[in-house]
């Protein structure tokens, strides 16, 4: 019995890869045959609830029909992602859908009467600017979920997004955001990420680690749309914005105009639609494939793409790696992003002429202001990349720190705390990013140079953050 349910599914799978290729079939005829538009003839609804009926065979064992929530009726009151969206507009909505592995196993655990406990990474959209009343995409998932497919009072969404931030961030200081025994993840940054393979290899690395959590989290990639950039729902809705761009007023429209980079309302119930759309299919999957009618499983060939395999596994190979370096071992990340505030704070191994400042507004740093006071920190690093969060400002007569690793002082990097605006804010800069993976000692020495006019050599960390 253990195996079956997989096996089903690869049927499941298995037909509709055959109504794929029956479409792609009709459509082809269609094309060759008349000047009209296809898709307003075809109608290419996946029904598929009621696909697994193809498999039931007419045995005569006893056997009741599973009573499905009738969000899973295609058609029903309760489907309102049909009437709401057109067919076209719900498939480009998914860029991937995966195998949705790891989160059945969640809709199982969700159905056994447990609670779910899920997280947000994300910038401004997430936040909720310009979303209105009813809050970001997340809150109106989450009470989707909460309400209609598995209330529970336990559980609970961490909303760990800051305004502003992208995966170079994220990927080291998550841990700082939302916990680890997070089940679900929403991570929504492509506003926030630039194009580049280094940023989509920067955002591997933040999911990556999501996934090897021991929850084995599900992680679901959110893309919004910016009229400035990049990406998501920009599959759904840039064709008919094209057609008429008037229509950017109903979906970046604020308060104050068009809003380039924030959809208003109608785009965070758009992405809300779209992944409660998705998971919707993936739980009325597990739940229509609790029972079924003796006799309706159709066994798959046997070919080494039809054998088990844990499709919830976390890719041995990278994007961007290539096929060579299959049989290396990753290293497992493991993020770490501490500050003088986390618990415990950060801690030096060594330091001379450096204390722990506490500073009014319960802000804390590691200070020091004599050139040639020296501090270490131990670091533990899997990809190689190390950065430092510490105190910009005009006022508290800053200066500036040489850092080095382990005695590299040749590839060291000047860091400088003075600058020439207003606020007083803590500041990142990345250090390296090609470090060997291991352990290693990052020093930083004060120095006599300083760009404050006042002379100042003061140096405060505030943290520090690694991967
Ligand atoms: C989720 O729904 C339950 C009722 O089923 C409610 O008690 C609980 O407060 C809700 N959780 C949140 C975070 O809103
Ligand atoms: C989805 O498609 C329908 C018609 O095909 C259209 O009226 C609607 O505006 C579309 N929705 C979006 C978000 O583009
Ligand atoms: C990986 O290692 C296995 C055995 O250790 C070997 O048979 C296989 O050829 C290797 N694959 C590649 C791509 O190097
Ligand atoms: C880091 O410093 C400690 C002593 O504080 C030393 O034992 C260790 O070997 C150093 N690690 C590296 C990689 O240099």
Redesign the pocket.
């Known amino acids: 019995m253990s195996s079956t349910p997989s096996l089903r599914r690869r049927n499941g799978v298995l037909a509709l890869s055959a109504a794929a290729l029956v479409t792609t079939f009709l459509l082809y005829l269609l094309f060759h045959d008349s000047p009209l538009y296809p898709l307003d003839k075809v109608d290419l609804t996946l029904r598929f609830p009621t696909l697994s009926s193809a498999f039931r065979s007419s045995s005569t064992l006893p056997w009741t029909r599973p009573i499905l929530p009738d969000y899973c009726s295609p058609g029903s009151p309760e489907d309102f992602w049909s009437t709401r969206y057109t067919e076209e507009n719900l498939s480009m909505a998914r860029s991937y859908s995966g195998s949705g592995t790891r989160f059945r196993h969640l809709v199982e655990k969700a159905m056994r009467g447990e609670p779910v406990k899920m997280g947000v990474i994300g910038g401004s959209v997430s936040r909720g600017r310009n979303s209105g009343t009813l809050g970001p995409y997340h809150q109106r998932i989450f009470r989707f979920w909460n309400t209609t497919f598995f209330p529970h009072p336990e559980n609970w969404l961490a909303d760990g997004s800051r305004p502003a931030t992208g995966s170079s961030y994220f990927s080291m200081c998550w841990g700082e955001h939302i916990p680890q025994d997070v089940e679900l993840v929403f991570v929504e940054l492509s506003i926030n990420d630039y194009r580049t393979t280094e940023a989509a290899s920067i955002w591997e690395t933040l999911v990556r680690s999501l996934l090897e959590l021991p929850t084995k989290p599900t992680v679901i990639a959110i893309n919004s749309f910016a009229l400035h950039g990049r990406n998501g729902i920009r599959n759904p809705t840039l064709p008919y914005l094209l057609a008429n761009p008037a229509l950017e007023a109903s979906l970046f429209g604020s308060e104050n105009g068009i809003d380039p980079k924030h959809i208003n309302d109608v785009g965070h119930q758009m992405v809300a639609d779209f992944t409660t759309h998705w998971m919707r299919d993936e739980i009325c999957r597990v739940m229509s494939e609790r029972d079924v009618p003796p006799g309706s499983v159709r066994k798959v060939e046997d070919n080494w793409w039809t054998e088990p395999i844990d499709l919830g596994a976390v890719p041995h190979l990278r994007m961007t790696e290539q096929w060579r370096k299959v049989n290396d071992t990753i290293p497992s990340l493991h993020p770490t992003c501490k500050s003088t505030s986390s618990r415990p704070p950060l801690q030096p ?2 330091g001379e002429e450096w204390y722990f400042e506490e500073a009014p507004g319960d802000k804390f740093y590691w200070s020091a202001s004599k050139p040639g006071a020296k501090i ?1 920190f ?1 670091l533990d690093i899997a990809e190689g990349r190390v950065g430092m969060f510490f105190l910009r400002s005009r006022k508290q007569w800053l200066g500036n720190v040489k850092c080095w690793l ?2 590299n002082v040749k590839a060291s990097k000047l860091v400088e705390g003075w600058w020439n605006k207003d606020e007083s804010v803590s500041d990142y800069v990345a250090l390296w990013s090609n470090v060997a993976s ?4 990052l020093t930083c020495e004060v120095q006599t140079t300083t760009k404050d006019p006042g002379g100042g050599h003061a140096f405060k960390i505030i943290g520090l953050a690694t991967v």
């Open positions: 191994s060594k270490t131990g382990d005695d291991g352990k290693h000692n």
